[in-house]
């Protein structure tokens, strides 16, 4: 596929946006630090994933743990509800607003490098536990992106597929794949917390051993 020179991918250094990052070919990719526990672990991993690819990557840095909520900002769960989560998330790695909020940024540095387009990594599984990961949500904030300057999109072009699916279609490396970083508490993969029991599966299921 050639690459796509309109558009900025945001790229946690995950499985989903890494195999997004080779299903699209963007020519710029951007790792936000937004002062998650996670952060470097995710830097690197983007940076990795966009040498091996050829794809020119951002960085950029905005402590916002201020407003930051469970395990992405280093939360134990006992300081959360009775039973492990923020009284307004589904999910243990609940952060407030997230998706919306590093959308809303990496349009700022889209608009700065004259591209036209923001990609999420987004697959069909995050609806299950994020609002902010349905194709609904998706919908409204690009049509506000869109309205102001520069005329920016967003999408979430796997937003239908799974995990494995997004994998088995961009045909991803396992050389590559091995680089990416899951986890939600620590820079070393703590193993246990949904983002690295999710990796686990998924890489169980796409190279069994």
Known sequence: MPASTDELLLLSGGLDS???????????A????????CAEAERVAARTVCDLLGIAHHTLTIDCSAIGAGLLAGRDLS??????RDEHGAAAEFWPFRNQLLA?????VAYRLGLKRVVLGCVSTDRERHVD????FVEALAAVTRMQEGGIDVVAPASELTTQDLIELAEVPLSLLG???SCHTANLACGSCP??????LVLDD????
């Open 79 to 84: 300081d959360q509800t009775s039973n492990g």
């Open 18 to 28: 890494s195999a997004l990052a080779v299903l699209r070919c963007p020519s710029n």
């Open 104 to 108: 809303t940024l990496a349009a700022g």
């Open 30 to 37: 951007l790792t936000i630090d937004y002062g998650h526990v």
């Open 133 to 136: 990961g349905s194709p609904s």
């Open 195 to 200: 983002g690295c029991r999710k990796r686990s």
């Open 179 to 181: 680089w990416t970083h």
């Open 206 to 209: 796409v190279a069994p051993l």
